[in-house]
């Protein structure tokens, strides 16, 4: 089946017939927060369990057969700053070394702050030059997710990732351990409430 003339409109009227309670956002009011990426198809899906169905279905029907990313952000408010090394750090090139940040950040009244994790996927149809953005949350705290590895193989860094920063649980994956952190730092560093305990590297 070719979906090289497939456009925007038609993969959003097939996804409201194959996914009902799927949501799709538009664009933004001025001044708010973004919503939505690119002004790609962004689909807001009704729960987490529905994210590899709708992957399959995509990838086997339409085409979608390129896993551009996978992310998450933590949606909890502005990060707590309790935990991060705030001393001024040495730095050769400026006078009073680099001095990091230490005001509390305010919360913005444009952002819809949550107690939840928000998973972002983006997946393309090469041949008809099209994206779509799939979105869902799921609970911060004990929050899981079945892994895409089966639909994606390049799911599998890209979860790690996931895990290692914001100790969101891939159920499947074949080796999901740390990527990106050593293995002695402890807590997920992109969390909102990440608190740093001081290691060996702070002495």
């Not at 309790?82 to 050769?92: F, K, L």
Request: charged content about 30%; hydrophobic content about 40%; aromatic content about 10%.
């Amino acid at each position: 089946m070719t979906t090289k003339n497939l456009d925007k409109e038609a993969l959003q009227a097939k996804f409201a017939e194959k996914f009902p309670k799927a949501e799709a956002i538009g664009e933004p009011a001025e001044g708010a927060a973004p919503t939505n990426l690119k002004g790609y198809l962004t689909m807001k899906l009704a729960a987490s369990s529905d994210i590899i169905p709708v992957l399959r279905w995509l990838k086997d029907d339409l085409g979608f057969s390129y896993l551009d990313m996978a992310t998450a952000i933590d949606w909890k408010g502005p990060v707590e700053l309790d935990g991060y090394i705030r001393e001024p750090n040495p730095n050769v090139f400026l006078p009073d070394g680099a001095t990091p940040q230490v005001a509390q950040p305010l919360p913005h009244k444009t952002v819809n702050y949550r107690d939840a994790f928000e998973l972002v996927y983006l997946v393309s149809n090469l041949e008809a030059r099209l994206k779509v953005c799939l979105k869902f949350d799921i609970p911060r705290d004990g929050g899981s997710v079945e892994t895409a590895i089966p639909v994606h193989r390049g799911a599998d860094w890209r979860e790690r990732e996931i895990f290692d920063l914001f100790g969101i649980t891939f159920t499947g994956h074949p080796n999901l351990i740390k990527i990106l952190t050593p293995d002695f730092l402890i807590g997920h560093p992109l969390r909102k409430d990440y608190k740093h305990i001081k290691d060996r590297f702070d002495d």
